[in-house]
């Protein structure tokens, strides 16, 4: 119930920065269509939309991880988290109170990637749900990053970690945009072993149906994601013990 009541006020909050929220939600949307337009005058095929739809679904979730750090940053820096400090909640009540609405924005998100798709073209088929699925658990190592940004930096260093570096290290390393062998092997080597390319491979698997290959790439972002949102409530646990 502490934890439902603390993600409740989270609810708010977000909901209260209309500005950010429609930005986060949108942004994404418009690349979609800007690259399906750009691939209408590219004989090659490149930018197919079941090519392009994963990849533009994974880099909008670094949006949400803006909106996790944000607010944790905000919150530690008034006195509304310091009179929540004298509660009986845990680290583990206040990071899941900030995780949990954050995950209807993420399915949102997700939705209105996979619908614009549709209206470009994308073969409407049961994979399409399995992708949605697929991609669903590769946000929380978004929303890990961000709360974790949030208990670490200020809240105007979390727009330039969050907004500016995390975006990029997306953008780039995720292969959106194109095949991260063709950089060389030291690049894409780094690729690998991070989870953003991962987690497209396995949401692009699943759009094509071929279920086989998803679980070898969903293993890494799963072991990402626990570890993040572990290192999270363990930072803000000893956030917790210093400041009280």
């Known amino acids: 119930m502490k934890t439902l009541a603390f993600a409740s ?13 429609l930005f986060g939600l949108g942004f994404p949307l418009i690349l979609l269509f800007l690259l399906s337009l750009m691939r209408a005058n590219m004989p090659s095929g490149l930018f197919a939309v ?7 679904t994974v880099f909008g979730f670094s ?45 949102c ?24 699925a ?23 260093q979390v727009g330039g970690v969050c907004g500016a570096l ?15 062998s063709i950089a060389g092997n030291v690049f894409d080597t780094i690729a690998h072993l991070l989870p953003f390319c991962h987690a497209v491979d396995a949401g692009r698997a699943a759009l094509s149906g071929d279920y086989s290959a998803i679980m070898s790439d969903l293993l890494w972002v799963f072991g990402y994601a626990i570890v993040v949102t572990i290192l999270a409530i363990v930072v803000f646990q000893r956030k917790i013990a210093a400041d009280k």
């Open 166 to 180: 995390l975006t990029n290290l997306t953008a780039w390393l995720s292969g959106t945009w194109f095949d991260t």
């Open 50 to 56: 079941e090519y392009l739809t994963p990849g533009i």
């Open 109 to 132: 998100q997700t939705a209105i990637c996979f619908l614009a798709a549709l209206a470009l073209g994308l073969d409407f088929t049961v994979n399409i749900f399995a992708a949605m």
């Open 134 to 156: 697929v991609l669903l658990p590769c946000s929380i190592i978004f929303i890990g990053m961000g709360l974790l940004c949030g208990c670490i930096f200020t809240e105007k």
């Open 63 to 107: 949006f949400i991880s803006l909106f996790a750090g944000m607010i944790v940053a905000k919150d530690r820096t008034s006195s509304f988290m310091l009179r929540l400090f004298t509660s009986p909640m845990t680290s583990g009540n206040f990071i899941c109170g900030y995780l949990l609405p954050l995950l209807p924005m993420v399915i």
């Open 9 to 21: 006020r989270n609810t708010k909050e977000i909901v209260r920065d209309k500005i950010n929220l």
